[in-house]
């Protein structure tokens, strides 16, 4: 039996989340305005099987496919966001699933910290891979599950506001996000971000959130 976990659409990739992904993927690299498709699945070793539903059907091309024991990530991508679409249909034929039989994202945490100090800010730096955080800069961090929509979090967020993609995790136990810029304009990504994840239907999200 395979879990749909993550099945979410991008509909134009921003100029920082295309780059970002150009220097964590391993396969063929993303354009900025091209649409993407992010699928997330369970047991990992399953997403061979989507994957080659895909290639097979549409002229999509992989950007990322990760295979985990619990959890395997495929990314694809298109000028043509027709054939996105396609690759979509194509991964729910082959599972026999419905794109509503998702998971719904849950907000793990969501943390805004203002004025970072520079030694924090270096720490941040280290483990990036997108832009520099600056010191005296806001900070946002965002934790969800599932994973994978930790990247259509980023995307709305950059659409959404003038602020800079440092790092984001759209794979694993949890996803990441980490963005930075100043306090208002980290406020009006935060808006995004959240109301982007809200908006994402599908089946009840069983994991429950830790109250610390």
Excluded: W
């Amino acid at each position: 039996m395979i879990d749909l976990r993550t099945f979410t659409y991008l509909d134009i990739l921003q100029p920082q989340v295309a780059a970002f992904f150009q220097t964590v993927s391993q396969g063929f690299l993303p354009l900025e305005g091209q649409a993407a498709l992010l699928v997330e699945v369970a047991p990992g070793i399953s997403i061979n099987t989507v994957t080659d539903a895909v290639l097979k059907r549409t002229s999509v091309v992989p950007g990322m496919q990760i295979v985990e024991r619990a959890f395997g990530l495929l990314e694809v991508h298109s000028f043509d966001q027709g054939q996105v679409r396609a690759a979509g249909a194509a991964i729910c034929e082959a599972l026999s699933v419905e794109e509503k039989g998702r998971l719904k994202p849950k907000v793990v945490s969501s943390q805004t910290i203002t004025g970072i100090d520079g030694h924090q800010a270096m720490l941040v730096n280290r483990m990036r891979h997108g832009q520099f955080l600056l010191q005296s800069d806001t900070l946002f961090i965002l934790e969800v599950h599932p994973a994978g929509y930790a990247a259509i979090a980023a995307n709305e967020a950059e659409k959404a506001a003038n602020i800079h993609i440092l790092e984001f995790v759209s794979f694993g136990a949890f996803g990441r996000v980490y963005l930075g810029g100043s306090e208002d304009e980290i406020g009006e990504a935060a808006k995004a971000v959240k109301a982007t994840l809200e908006a994402i239907d599908g089946r009840e999200n069983p994991f429950k959130v830790d109250v610390y």
